[in-house]
């Protein structure tokens, strides 16, 4: 493996590096004067072990020449020990002054120097648990062996191998009277300045050392680098896509510019994909899998694709808009990230779903050669890729932004221009012709990438209302007052994430849907209880909710997109036990599961690719439930669930639900108790936003099960997003 500092044009030879190419004075300086006597080389005819060899008759014999000989190649072997002696001491001289400098500037404690070494002092999340100490616990990575535990011992290491390095080189140069010897270099593949280019170039920069006297022939990292040919760095976010669950919360990737896609970025077959994912097991289990990504126990994998390959399945394949921010770095900085990369592209390191992901390696890229920053300690407990985007826009790192539509935004974008056309005619489809244009349109072809996948099409539809950057932050806290039949209380709650259906929509896939970890405690006013309600009193502090994670996925029937719609929720839940008199609530353990279809109705934006902004649903129910308090411990049901959500503005939302569940408890011998019943529910929620951050929510519910203790329940809450 070998290098070339990424400072010269890529491009460039090993002729042109040689020619620029120079030795530290010092070192060069001290090393020639072992150059200062010519030797000639001795006959071996002369010269045999130090005696004189045999000679033919016509020989004439010299002999001043064959008492030198002896001599002389004494004085070679003394001059070849000084040399090396010299060298030895030369690169203790320049050892030294480094350390001096490293001790003084206290430079074993610099960020960047930790950060290149993984040493997260500052990051939160699992790979902020061991602090003082490198996450990396592959011993290839460190010079030391006590690299992982100590930033200086592998500073010292890495000044040691570099200042031999060096010194050998100017010995060779010196020797040699050129700079061809850069070739020994290319020799060793554990030439720390093929190993680790990103640490090279920042002592170079740091001990002020010459850029052209760390010059060295590395092919792999040459090749490398210039088949890449990074110019500029974007992050490109894809938005959620609920239909695959690994990829509900969005992908982020680095977008890999050379100077002819940075010049204009519509030539992606110029640019590369770096993507940060995990290293999973395809013969797991979507659940085996899934854990294993939460806990840490698959390794991450770091891919580098041509960019066009990963643009094409996110917006072909799972039909999901793309928007792409240019990184506000400069070049250099840039490609010292990809020298970083090239040191960790290769390590095994665990990665965790929700703190180590796609996202936070971005941000820890940038954080490698922006010091002052310190982005990773600025997200919460919970990585999730528009919180990455949010916050670069909020420290002024992103530079210009483009939005690529999907193939299923552009299919929609025509479905609603040929709808808006007969609308102004004066006449609406028929049901058969409504039907068979949005057949054509499920089947057209039309993408924003051309036919080869080569390069990007003139976008001609309005931007959707999807951009991440102007979404309400993602963390929910919650107060709201209520009544339930006679008795007051209080719900405070907190949610980790999403959105849910009510959410202020600007910023996410339309109809996005996602809720997760998310709880609310109610606290009931117990005097108002024993005045109004003798009969029914709950305990002062219940847990109302506790939700793992609750969704809707939306694609309506009548819309160009392809998907089908589905819920399901796992969470534990408060209900109400019908089946015998005066129930009462309790809490349950809960999964669910629904499906079924979905409408969109209304005008959509103009000269978009949005569907219209109303929706309407039916969904087929199926949920298992089990707590001490159920009757029998368990039921289960099946039902119908029915309900629409109204955008009256964009200020102001309504949505509006039937659940129509049949229960079956299992039968029972008890008196008045049944074993299986019909359990309707009525909901009715209206969300009004003041800004991004806050919201006022109103919620009811009516349970139409006449045997229970309490029908109704309303509240008034306000919601703060933080």
């Known amino acids: 493996m070998s290098i070339k500092p990424i400072s010269l044009p890529v491009d460039c030879t090993l002729t042109t590096i040689r020619q620029r190419a120079r030795l530290p ?132 290491a890495m ?59 590395c092919p792999e990292f040459d090749e490398w680098i210039k088949k890449l040919a990074p110019e500029q760095l974007s992050i490109m976010f894809a938005q959620e896509y609920l239909d695959n669950p690994t990829s509900a919360f969005a992908h982020t990737l680095l977008r890999i510019d050379s100077k002819a896609s940075a010049a204009d970025p519509s030539q992606i077959h110029h640019a590369y994909a770096l993507n940060y994912t995990v290293g999973g097991d395809p013969a797991d289990s979507f659940v085996v899998y899934a854990i294993k990504s939460m806990i840490g126990s698959y390794d991450n994998a770091i891919e580098i694709d041509p960019y066009p390959e990963k643009l094409a399945k996110y917006l072909q394949d799972d039909e999901r808009d793309a928007w792409t921010y240019q990184l506000d770095l400069s070049p250099s900085e840039g490609q010292q990230i990809m020298r970083h990369v090239w040191e960790t592209k290769g390590l095994e390191m665990p990665y965790y779903f929700a703190t180590d992901n796609c996202a936070s390696e971005i941000l820890r890229l940038i954080d490698v050669v922006r010091p002052q920053q310190h982005l990773l300690s600025q997200l919460p407990y919970v990585v999730i890729p528009s919180d990455v985007v949010q916050l670069l826009d909020n420290e002024g790192l992103l530079a210009r932004t483009n939005y690529t539509p999907a193939d299923s935004t552009l299919r929609q974008a025509q479905l609603n221009a040929v709808k808006q056309q007969r609308e102004q005619l004066g006449y609406h489809n028929s049901a058969k012709q409504t039907f068979h244009e949005i057949k054509s349109a499920r089947l057209n072809p039309i993408s924003s990438m051309s036919s080869d996948k080569q390069t990007l099409l003139q976008r001609r539809i309005a931007v959707s209302d999807n951009n991440p950057i102007d979404r309400h932050p993602l963390q929910l806290g919650h107060v709201g007052i209520g009544q339930r039949g006679d008795n007051n209380y209080i719900d405070v709650g907190v949610r980790a994430g999403y959105h849910d259906f009510l959410d202020r929509p600007a910023g996410f896939p339309q109809f996005f849907d996602l809720e997760g970890a998310a709880v609310t405690v109610r606290l009931y006013d117990k005097d108002d209880n024993s005045v109004h309600n003798r009969d029914y009193q709950p305990d002062s502090v219940v847990l109302q909710n506790l939700t793992l994670v609750r969704g809707r996925s939306f694609n309506p029937v009548n ?121 309707p529910i009525s909901t009715l929620g209206l969300q009004y936003d003041f800004d991004k951050k806050q919201a006022l929510r109103i919620n009811t519910n009516y349970d139409w099960q006449e045997r229970l203790a309490v029908n109704d329940d309303i509240q008034l809450s306000y919601r703060r997003y933080f």
């Open 159 to 217: 000044l040691v191998a570099l200042a031999d390095e060096l010194t050998i080189t100017a010995h060779n140069t010196a020797q040699t009277g050129d700079s061809s010897s850069l070739n020994s270099r290319s020799q060793n593949s554990n030439s720390v300045l093929c190993r680790f280019p990103a640490r090279v170039h920042w002592l170079s920069e740091t001990l002020n050392i010459s850029e052209s006297d760390l010059m060295a022939d």
């Open 25 to 156: 004075f010092a070192v060069a300086g001290l090393l020639l004067s072992a150059q200062t006597q010519a030797f000639l080389p001795t006959p071996l005819s002369l010269v045999t072990t130090g005696e004189l060899a045999p000679m033919s008759n016509s020989a004439v014999v010299d002999e001043t020449a064959n008492t030198a000989a002896y001599p002389r190649v004494q004085t070679e072997i003394s001059e070849g020990q000084n040399a090396q002696a010299r060298q030895k001491s030369q690169a203790e001289e320049l050892l030294a002054n480094w350390r001096e400098q490293v001790k003084t500037e206290n430079l074993a404690q610099h960020t960047t120097w930790r950060r290149l070494l993984y040493f997260f002092d500052d990051q939160k999340g699992f790979l902020g648990k061991n602090k003082g100490v490198s996450v990396v616990d592959d011993a290839n990575f460190f010079l030391s062996k006590n690299g992982q535990q100590d930033s200086g011992a592998e500073l010292d």
């Open 559 to 679: 819309s160009a997109k392809k998907g089908k719609t589905w819920g399901a929720t796992i969470e534990a839940t408060r209900v109400d036990d019908g089946s015998q008199q005066d129930g009462t609530d309790h809490l349950v353990g809960s999964l669910g599961y629904e499906t079924g279809w979905s409408w969109a109705f209304g005008t959509p934006r103009k000269n978009t690719g949005e569907m219209p902004p109303q929706l309407c649903y039916t969904l087929l129910s199926g949920t298992t439930q089990a707590g001490r308090g159920l009757n029998k411990g368990y039921r289960v049901g099946a039902g119908v669930n029915l309900g629409c959500r109204y955008q009256i503005n964009n200020q102001l939302r309504v949505q509006a639900e039937l659940q129509l569940p049949y229960w079956y408890h299992g039968s029972s011998d008890a008196p008045d108790v049944r074993g299986h019943y019909w359990q």
